[in-house]
């Protein structure tokens, strides 16, 4: 049986979840509401105050669509309640960042300087000028929109430049030596 699959996902006070047909899965919290269409195959429900996914047979298919839709409820009732949030940080001479209005905009040292507009449901913010936290209830979309934000300028192994993940560990190489 999923390991993941087979643990209830809890309910915590405020959050209400409701399960329509096809495995339509609506939460609202505290931070907003979330929907998402989950694998049809798998069976959804709600037992008090804590949700339970039972899958129909043992195929491999089951198996792991099993332990996907029950993170994915997971990750929704995590979002309406904490949220998410990824931490970047721009290294580099004269590479920075600025925010206006809903607009990021980027100076990595190329000829222009690099813009980006916040998707819907995803907030960035800049501290001081080389660290931005993308902050949103959906995980999905936090992780996408920073991972886009993260391949303007990709950390070199080099001198360690670029946009790179706050928890993230750059391999360095040793650059060239002289002739002898």
């Known amino acids: 049986m999923s390991r993941i699959g087979r643990h209830p996902v809890a309910i915590p006070a405020g959050v209400e979840v409701t399960i329509a047909e ?27 105050d804590e949700i339970v996914v039972t899958r129909p047979n043992d195929l491999k298919k089951m198996k792991s669509l099993h332990g996907l839709t029950r993170t994915l409820i997971n990750n929704m009732v995590v979002g309406v309640t904490a949220g998410y ?9 004269g590479y920075r960042a600025a925010k206006s209005g809903n607009k990021l905009t980027l100076n990595l040292g190329y000829s222009h300087p690099v813009e980006m507009e916040d998707p819907e449901g995803v907030e960035t913010v ?51 030596t002289g002739k002898k």
Do not use: S, W
């Open 22 to 48: 096809n495995n339509y899965v609506t939460v609202k919290g505290p931070k907003g509401t979330l929907e998402k269409a989950l694998p049809v195959e798998m069976e959804i429900k709600q037992e008090g």
């Open 85 to 93: 949030e990824k931490v970047l940080e721009v290294n580099g001479v």
């Open 126 to 176: 800049v501290e001081g000028q080389n660290k931005i936290t993308v902050k949103g209830i959906d995980k999905e979309k936090v992780g996408q929109y920073a991972a886009e934000i993260r391949d303007k300028r990709r950390p070199e192994p080099y001198k360690g430049k670029g946009i790179k993940y706050a928890d993230e560990v750059i391999r360095r190489k040793v650059g060239k």
